[in-house]
């Protein structure tokens, strides 16, 4: 199981608008005015052990299916392909114009070529499940 990480906030004006990581347990006894605000990391060992014990197959099995998965994912984008999955979303290609940057550390310019970045959109149907669920 992954880790859940505890970020307790004091009130603002203590802090500062700025969110500090304290320890959970202690802190939220001794001073009821913390905000707590939790952040699970899910990893892919995390994503195969749910898929394993939902469907039934070994994780051996579900490890090289969502290996496959991400294959196919990064080798069609790579080839320009977008892919679509109702229901989900869209790993699509998103076109980065051509630009002119400036490198600070030696006051020169650069151009950056034109180029394209893979890119995730989701679905309403996914976008509106996430918005209702409580976190």
Do not use: W
Not at 68 to 85: C, M, P, R
Not at 102 to 129: G, L, M
Request: include cysteine.
């Amino acid at each position: 199981m992954s880790k859940l990480y505890y970020f307790c906030a004091l009130k603002i004006s203590r802090l500062q608008n700025r969110l500090a990581p304290l320890d959970f347990e202690t802190n939220i006894t001794e001073n009821n005015s913390f905000i707590t605000l939790k952040f699970k990391k899910v990893t892919k060992a995390d994503l195969i052990a749910a898929v394993a014990d939902q469907t039934g197959i070994e994780k051996a099995h579900v490890s090289e299916t969502v290996e496959a998965f991400f294959t196919v994912v990064k080798d069609s984008l790579a080839k320009g392909e977008n892919i679509y999955v109702r229901g989900f979303g869209s790993f699509v290609n998103k076109k980065r114009a051509k630009k002119v940057a400036r490198n600070i550390s030696k006051n020169t310019a650069i151009v950056i070529d034109e180029h394209y970045v893979p890119s995730f959109k989701p679905a309403k149907v996914f976008v509106e499940q996430v918005k209702g669920s409580e976190k």
